[in-house]
């Protein structure tokens, strides 16, 4: 089963709104990371939290990691059209761990 | 500054053949991965290498399906007599190390089994 889990599953919002994107996962970590991913290509990492760290930014993104509840959430500020793609977080359990995706959320803004 | 490289982009066997895909990971990274990809779902871990050496094969099918990355040139995803099940994308990704590093993919290989 996988390990992160995304909701919502789709969301659509206009151009300039905020997206907020939740995960949930269930074993123990060492980071979790989020990465995107435009139709008919690879993922491309965007941002890695570590699980002693409580929130973390880099642009117009801005994370944030609750281990007590096994959550994180992606927020995405004055979204672009170009914003729109699928997003997918991952769990990393440490060395020698395979990265562990969810199914991703299908994020659409509209210009 | 190549990226992953995976080629081919695009790849049709019928029922019963073999299918090899390729992996160049990015420059300086030893460790390789391979993930598969079916419609409207997220990214299943197939195999985790070093070079010369498997780290995990959790993910891999039993039968038909086999991973190396050899000291020398690329990884290669074997997949033998391909069912159309096998049809979906498959990604490679690399990194520098082990943990605490975010992964690189490719633009992945869609096989499609006729």
């Known amino acids: 089963s996988q390990q992160g889990e995304e909701d919502p599953q789709a969301l659509s919002i206009q151009e300039g709104e905020n997206a907020t994107m939740n995960c949930s996962y269930k074993t123990s970590i060492n980071n979790l990371q989020w990465y995107r991913q435009n139709s008919g290509r690879g993922l491309v990492h965007l941002i890695l939290i570590r699980s002693n760290e409580r929130e973390k930014h880099s642009g117009r993104l801005r994370v944030t990691l609750d281990t007590s509840k096994k959550s994180s959430s992606l927020l995405i500020t004055a979204s672009r059209a170009a914003d729109t793609a699928s997003y997918f977080c991952a769990t990393d359990a440490g060395a020698n761990s395979k990265l562990t995706f969810g199914k991703g959320i299908t994020l659409s803004v509209r210009p | 500054n190549a990226g992953v490289m995976q080629n081919p982009r695009h790849l049709v066997r019928r029922r019963g053949q073999e299918a090899r895909l390729r992996c160049s990971p990015m420059k300086g990274h030893s460790h390789v991965y391979w993930y598969r990809q079916l419609p409207e779902e997220g990214l299943k871990f197939m195999v985790y290498?070093?070079?010369?050496?498997?780290?995990?094969e959790s993910g891999m099918p039993k039968e038909r399906f086999s991973a190396e990355f050899p000291k020398e040139g690329p990884s290669i995803l074997r997949i033998q007599q391909v069912v159309r099940g096998d049809s979906a994308a498959y990604f490679c990704?690399?990194?520098?190390?082990?943990?605490?590093?975010?992964?690189?993919f490719g633009n992945g290989t869609r096989l499609t089994v006729t």
């Open positions: 990704a690399s990194s520098p190390r082990s943990n605490n590093s975010p992964l690189h």
């Open positions: 290498l070093q070079k010369e050496n498997i780290i995990d």
